[in-house]
């Protein structure tokens, strides 16, 4: 089924915005694979071929909550609590290693490498300044789950940042391993069907833009949630359910409902 049959969730619209949840792998706009991208189709979704406005962006593999503007001054008006650093911003990560601190800051400059222009680097001397708070959500053993706050909007800032604390993406051809996750390296005594190749719990990058807190009239905050997708949210259930110590591997036992209801974490 392609992205068009599908369509895009929608989870707000009014006026002067709509809030998706963008699938990973589709990006925000036209790129060399001449394949779809955001504006496009959702624009034909909504009947707004012309019509819609970037606000903010995700990478093309990164899954997650994204406001698009409807009209010009609502463009403006909400890149600007983007520029000012006031939308808050709150990403699920699976990630590889050994968490040693529960919570943590990550205040590393990065700067676009010199030698391999897909990829960003920690620069001390030159980098621009980027700064990423980070706490454990769930230690599974080998990988873990992280709620990840950027303060700062650098490209590839959450993978960068993340990888240099030895914390990488579980998932992360650019930076980092690019092995599928599967259940048999979960699951103890798994059997994989006759004739039947093993289908991977998750094949993507491990990130999702799952929160979005936004300034609105009154000094009041609109949130906007996106629910994980199947894979990924397929991957945290069996991480879970196959971890020696079941629901206890989460810091705060209330998380999984909350996951799995799309609420705040």
Avoid: W
């Avoid at 579980?170 to 259940?183: E, V």
């Avoid at 905050?221 to 196959?242: G, N, Q, S």
């Amino acid at each position: 089924m392609t992205m068009r049959q599908r369509g895009i969730t929608i989870i707000f619209e009014d006026d002067e915005i709509v809030v998706i949840n963008k699938p990973a792998g589709i990006s925000v706009t036209g790129d060399r694979s001449g394949q779809d991208h955001i504006l496009h189709v959702l624009g034909e979704q909504l009947g707004m071929a012309q019509g819609l406005r970037l606000v903010h962006r995700l990478d093309k593999f990164t899954s997650g909550a994204m406001i698009l503007a409807k009209t010009r001054d609502a463009q403006s008006k909400y890149s600007e609590l983007f520029a000012k650093r006031l939308v808050g911003k709150t990403y699920l990560a699976l990630v590889a290693g050994r968490v040693s601190t529960c919570s943590g800051t990550i205040t590393a400059p990065l700067a676009q490498d010199r030698h391999d222009s897909r990829r960003v680097r920690i620069d001390p001397k030159r980098g621009k300044t980027a700064v990423t708070g980070y706490r454990l959500l769930a230690d599974f053993g080998g990988i873990a789950l992280l709620a990840v706050t950027p303060k700062t909007g650098r490209t590839h800032q959450i993978r960068v940042h993340l990888a240099s604390i030895g914390l990488p993406l579980a998932i992360d051809p650019l930076y980092a391993a690019d092995r599928p996750i599967f259940l048999s390296q979960i699951k103890v005594g798994y059997r994989t069907k006759k004739d039947k190749p093993e289908s991977p719990l998750i094949d993507r990058l491990t990130l999702h833009a799952y929160e979005l807190e936004v300034p609105c009239r009154q000094a009041q905050t609109r949130t906007f949630v996106a629910p994980l997708d199947k894979k990924f949210a397929a991957a945290v259930k069996m991480l879970t359910k196959y971890n020696p110590l079941g629901m206890k591997v989460f810091a705060d036992p209330s998380t999984p409902a909350a996951l799995l209801a799309g609420e705040p974490v």
